[in-house]
Nanobody, 118 residues
Framework: VQLQASGGGLVQPGGSLRLSCAAS????????MGWYRQAPGEQRERVAD???????RYSDSVRGRFIISRDNAKNTVYLQMNSLKPDDTAVYYC?????????????WGQGTQVTVSS
């Protein structure tokens, strides 16, 4: 199972970016999919989770600005980031809980850099 993240880049404060993360490989099903981020010198923190239904969970720091969504047919999770702030600068990682023939495991994407700066 592989998770391929994309969509990072450089954006000015107040701008928007959309991240994508697609899962591929042999698996039976995908459970929760989410986004984390890690700024230099900081611990990795949870940003948002998308559950198998329509429910989602957000960290206090991004609630109201970021929107997580998923396309189950494409095995893809998205993170729409609006009203970006310099504090949002970090490497963003996607994570998915995946059921395979060998059981259930967590998988991580490779990370995509988001830089918010004027």
């Amino acid at each position: 199972v592989q998770l391929q993240a994309s969509g990072g880049g450089l954006v000015q404060p107040g701008g928007s970016l959309r991240l994508s993360c697609a899962a591929s490989g042999p698996f039976r099903s995908i459970g929760v999919m989410g986004w984390y981020r890690q700024a230099p010198g900081e611990q990795r923190e949870r940003v948002a989770d998308s559950f198998t239904g329509t429910s989602a969970r957000y960290s206090d720091s991004v609630r109201g600005r970021f929107i997580i969504s998923r396309d189950n047919a494409k095995n893809t999770v998205y993170l729409q980031m609006n009203s970006l702030k310099p504090d949002d600068t970090a490497v963003y990682y996607c994570k998915a809980v995946v059921w395979t023939s060998g059981g259930v495991n967590e998988y991580w994407g490779q990370g995509t850099q988001v830089t918010v700066s004027s």
